[in-house]
């Protein structure tokens, strides 16, 4: 597609359960991010990808909270054993390089995590 | 752990009014970045400002860098319904190649 894809848009889930949120990022983008947003607020970042590898993970909240990139492409954030505090919109972003050299970065619309 | 801090948090104003948002940290960045954001949609980059004391306008927006590159501003003229969003400052974080965001403005402009 033309931009970055996420899915699913929006998840209700149960506290307790696992959640996979996928993002698919612009073709040829080499760099992947993802964050979390909650209701109105800024942006907190989770982990960023260079290609396969993720150089930074310093964002992720907790050991429930693991992603992988495979191929260079289609990325997975997984949610283990969600609590209600896990609540918020997931934004994954790519850009062709990294930040620091200038390069747009572009996000996808989210998904809106609910744990009930 | 770095942080940006946006003021106001939220501004409501009239059609045709003049606002500016704030964004500022005590950290160094090499470069800094204003998106807005509409309802059910990602943050849209509106610009990227690189040097110290850099201005740069968009139409009736205009973004400057401060000095130190700690901190920059948002400046809209006559402001219009359409201007209506969350706008976001983030910093690039030259140690970890991502984006540090900033808490953000949320604007309303009534007709």
């Known amino acids: 597609g033309a931009g970055v894809s996420q899915s699913p848009s929006n998840k209700v889930t149960e506290k307790g359960k696992d959640v996979e949120l996928r993002c698919d990022p612009i073709?040829?983008?080499?760099?992947l991010y993802w964050y979390r947003q909650s209701l109105g607020q800024g942006l907190e970042f989770l982990i960023y990808?260079?290609?396969?590898?993720?150089?930074?993970k310093s964002g992720l909240p907790s050991d429930r909270f693991s992603a992988e990139r495979t191929g260079g492409s289609v990325s997975t954030l997984t949610i283990q054993r969600t609590q209600q505090e896990d609540s918020a919109v997931y934004l994954c972003?790519?850009?062709?390089?990294?930040?620091?050299?200038?390069?747009?970065?572009?996000f996808g619309e989210g998904s809106w995590l609910t744990v009930v | 752990t770095q942080l940006l801090k946006q003021s106001p948090q939220f501004l409501s104003i009239q059609e045709g009014e003049n606002l500016t948002v704030y964004c500022n940290s005590s950290?160094?960045?090499?470069?800094l970045q204003w998106y807005r954001q509409e309802p059910g949609e990602g943050p849209v980059l509106l610009v990227t400002?690189?040097?110290?004391?850099e201005v740069k306008k968009l139409k009736r927006l205009t973004f400057q860098f401060g000095d130190a590159r700690k901190d920059s501003s948002l400046h809209i003229t006559a402001a219009q319904p359409g201007d209506t969003g969350l706008y976001l400052c983030?910093?690039?974080?030259?140690?970890?190649?991502?984006?540090?965001f900033g808490t953000g403005t949320r604007l309303l402009v009534s007709p």
């Open positions: 990808f260079q290609g396969n590898s993720a150089p930074d």
């Open positions: 972003a790519s850009s062709s390089n990294r930040a620091s050299s200038g390069n747009t970065i572009y």
């Open positions: 073709s040829g983008h080499t760099a």
């Open positions: 400002v690189v040097t110290g004391g």
């Open positions: 983030a910093g690039v974080d030259t140690g970890f190649q991502k984006l540090v």
């Open positions: 950290s160094v960045f090499s470069s």
